[in-house]
């Protein structure tokens, strides 16, 4: 492990990041076999101790899996992954996701965000949308594009907290971070200003409690990062 690495990550994290870079980059692939444990703390200078934790967190992730008795193995980490694993998948192509990913958020969203619109035009109290507001407020006064894309990730989880469906929330939530990374990436495109009309126009739907303006208003804006001159893909 690069000395680079020690210095910025924990001894474990850095294990853990140059199995995944060497799965991510093609060096291992679904199917091989790790080195043992111990043929790991040799190879890479660490103990046992962190070998194993980094393994175990590993298996968590999706990249690899334990077959008792043979060893642990490079899972398919394109159908058993979660959202830690596209974080480091992120983080190993220098922060940004690709074409293949952003497509899959946004048709993602765009399935399951017409009805969160209509659930929360249904559900949503007004003092909801008045907590709502509030976010779109910091919105349109905030400057710094980082935490801009903090806020409209959490004005969008907001939305979905609204529509009083759990599962639904909870998904958004898994995935705010990486939504954060697409946003980011839009932004340093096409600035903030299509961003910011977007989150003014749903906030206008919801609070009308227009169910059809708000489901194709989100249809609208799910389209942008794929299609014409705001594609990002």
């Not at 060096?27 to 076999?33: I, S, V, Y």
């Not at 952003?102 to 017409?114: H, K, Y």
Request: aromatic share 6%; net charge negative.
């Amino acid at each position: 492990m690069s000395t680079k690495s020690r210095h910025n990550l924990s001894v474990r994290e850095a294990f853990v990041r140059e199995i995944e870079n060497k799965i991510l980059s093609g060096e291992l692939k679904a199917g091989d076999r790790l080195p043992t444990s111990r043929e790991l703390c040799a190879q890479m200078g660490v103990s046992l101790t962190i070998v194993n934790a980094g393994v175990a967190e590993l298996v968590n992730k999706g990249f690899v899996e334990v077959k008792p008795r043979h060893g642990v193995y490079v899972a398919d980490y394109k159908t058993k992954g979660n959202p830690a694993m596209l974080l480091a998948i992120i983080q190993h192509n220098g922060g940004r996701l690709n074409a293949h990913d952003v497509r899959s958020f946004c048709e993602t969203r765009l399935a399951l965000d017409p009805l969160v619109a209509e659930l929360s035009v249904q559900r949503a109290s007004d003092e909801e949308i008045a907590e709502w507001k509030g976010i779109l407020q910091q919105l349109r006064e905030e400057q710094d594009m980082e935490q801009f894309c903090v806020l409209i990730t959490e004005f969008f989880h907001k939305l979905y907290r609204m529509s009083d469906n759990s599962i639904l929330a909870m998904l958004y939530h898994c995935t705010m971070e990486p939504q954060q990374r697409m946003y980011q990436f839009f932004l340093e495109k096409n600035g903030k200003e299509l961003v910011l009309q977007n989150a003014e126009d749903i906030f206008r739907f919801i609070q009308a409690r227009d169910s059809a303006g708000a489901v194709q208003c989100l249809k609208d804006a799910m389209r942008l990062p794929l299609e014409g001159d705001t594609a990002i893909i």
